[in-house]
Antibody, heavy 123, light 107 residues
Framework: QVQLVQSGAEVKKPGASVKVSCKASGYTFTGYYIHWVRQVPGQGLEWMGWINSNRGVTNYAPKFQGRVTLTRDTSISTAYLELTRLTFDDTAVYYC????????????????WGQGTLVTVSS | EIVLTQSPATLSLSPGERATLACRASQSVNIYLAWYQQKPGQAPRLLIYDASNRATGIPARFSGSGSGTDFTLTISSLEPEDFAVYYCQQRSSRPLTFGPGTKVDIK
């Protein structure tokens, strides 16, 4: 079955960087976009960007432009999110999600999702 | 950026009742709107895409309607597992955006 498995929780200091991984299985990795969405505890969902897993082309939300980098390693079917210059406001659960496939691929609907990775920024 | 607003913020209902959730966009998104369900401690799950299409495996009690700026998610008869937070999301233009969510809780 299609599955996205993310790396474990991280604790970082302000100003540091974090890199979260998302390992895909059960489908052809290069056939779909991977999106990253974050959720501050107790709050809503915020889209950060996507990566075309085949070509490596990326698109970032303006809010994160300059601080976020999405990459992928097709040899191990894994996508990565790197966020730099962390502040306390970056404490959140970070999710990866694949574009939805109903038989027709909808790249900008999200499903399935990874389990989420909690990133805590603390001094 | 397209802003999505959802109403009400909280909906208190009993099992078996009908739930009607609204999502309004700050400008037209055509039919490019989806609904997600999120339970505590879980990732969101896609319910409805392109305003009215149920995602794979979603029960028929979930339905979506609307176009342009006004959309509705209806749960015809609430099951115990339906008590959760529901988010709408648009893909009409970047950045992709979500609404703030509607919490459906048990009355």
């Amino acid at each position: 079955q299609v599955q996205l498995v993310q790396s474990g929780a991280e604790v970082k200091k302000p100003g540091a960087s974090v890199k979260v991984s998302c390992k895909a299985s059960g489908y052809t990795f290069t056939g779909y976009y991977i999106h990253w969405v974050r959720q501050v505890p107790g709050q809503g969902l915020e889209w950060m960007g996507w990566i075309n897993s085949n070509r490596g082309v990326t698109n970032y939300a303006p809010k994160f432009q300059g601080r976020v980098t999405l990459t992928r390693d097709t040899s191990i079917s894994t996508a990565y999110l790197e966020l730099t210059r962390l502040t306390f406001d970056d404490t959140a659960v970070y999710y990866c999600a694949r574009g939805y496939d109903s038989g027709f691929v909808y790249e900008n609907w999200f499903g399935p999702w990874g389990q989420g990775t909690l990133v805590t920024v603390s001094s | 950026e397209i802003v999505l607003t959802q109403s009400p913020a909280t909906l208190s209902l009993s099992p078996g009742e009908r739930a009607t959730l609204a999502c309004r966009a700050s400008q037209s998104v055509n039919i490019y709107l989806a609904w997600y369900q999120q339970k505590p401690g879980q990732a969101p799950r896609l319910l409805i895409y392109d305003a009215s299409n149920r995602a794979t495996g979603i029960p028929a009690r979930f339905s979506g309607s609307g176009s342009g700026t006004d959309f509705t998610l209806t749960i015809s008869s609430l099951e115990p597992e339906d008590f959760a937070v529901y988010y709408c999301q648009q893909r009409s233009s970047r950045p992709l955006t979500f609404g703030p969510g509607t919490k459906v809780d048990i009355k």
